[in-house]
Each structure stands twice: as structure tokens, then as C-alpha cells.
């Protein structure tokens, strides 16, 4: 088996990342304007405590895994939380270890940031995804709500 690479994204991964995320969105059935797709890959570039961050994940030299993450405050904490966002594996690539393998790559950045929380969701119905955060992860029981 191919080793799995993740590693911070790079200006040079704008092409592979647009699709990762693309094909993410298309598998939950939305779509964001194309100023979000610019502002999105600005912020994932720019400097601040809060500026969302993320990760490729390489596995053969292909780029097959995508996720991004954010710091923020909370009132429960004072190092505050991660959000882990977006987390997208190619259907070729399940079942390989890449989402493991991102997710395990947010946590340590959380670590080395003094941050132990991270935390994310997914729809209900999403049992492939589901089967693996129950693997590697606790269920809250929490239900999320929006105001839209």
C-alpha cells in the first residue's frame, strides 16, 4: 500500500484543491459563489490567530484528500477549539486511511497550538463518514441548529 502524504496546503495546490473542495460541496448538494472560492483560498494564506488553515492528502503523488480547520475562542476554554471543516476523501481513495489520516493531522496542529478540542459534524446520513468518526472520535450527542 501507497504511503498516505498530508501536508499544509500550498499556493501550488490551488487547481487540486478546487476540486477536492468542489467535488466536497457536490457531495452534500451545494455550491458557493466564486468569490468564495477567492476568498476562501486568500484567507487559507493569510496570517492571523483565526485565518482558517488546511491539508492535502497525497497518496501515490495524486492529491486525494482535502481538509480545512479554524481556531476560535471559547468561554469554556482558554486555549479555545478547532474546528475541523470540509473533510473530503476521492471515492477511490476511501476506505485508505486518508480521512484518518487528515483528521489525525488537524489534531496535531491543535496540539502543538496548546488547543486539545477539536471538533466537527456531518450529516446524518453520511454513514461512510460516520463509520470513521465513530472509529477515531467520541460522539458528543450535541444537534446542531442555524439560523439561515
Known sequence: MTDIVVRPLEKTDHEAW?????????????????????????RLFTDGEFEPKGFIAMLGGRPVGL????????????????????????????GKGVGATLIEAVHEASLARGVANVYWMTHETNDTARRLYDHVARRTGFIEYDLL
Open 18 to 42: 478546487r476540486r477536492l473542495w468542489t467535488d466536497y460541496l457536490v457531495f452534500y448538494k451545494a455550491t458557493v459563489p466564486e468569490e468564495v472560492y477567492e476568498t476562501t483560498w486568500r
Open 67 to 94: 481538509v480545512h480547520y479554524l481556531f476560535h475562542r471559547s468561554c469554556w476554554s482558554v486555549e479555545g477549539n478547532c474546528y475541523l471543516q470540509d473533510l473530503y476523501a476521492d471515492a477511490a481513495a476511501r
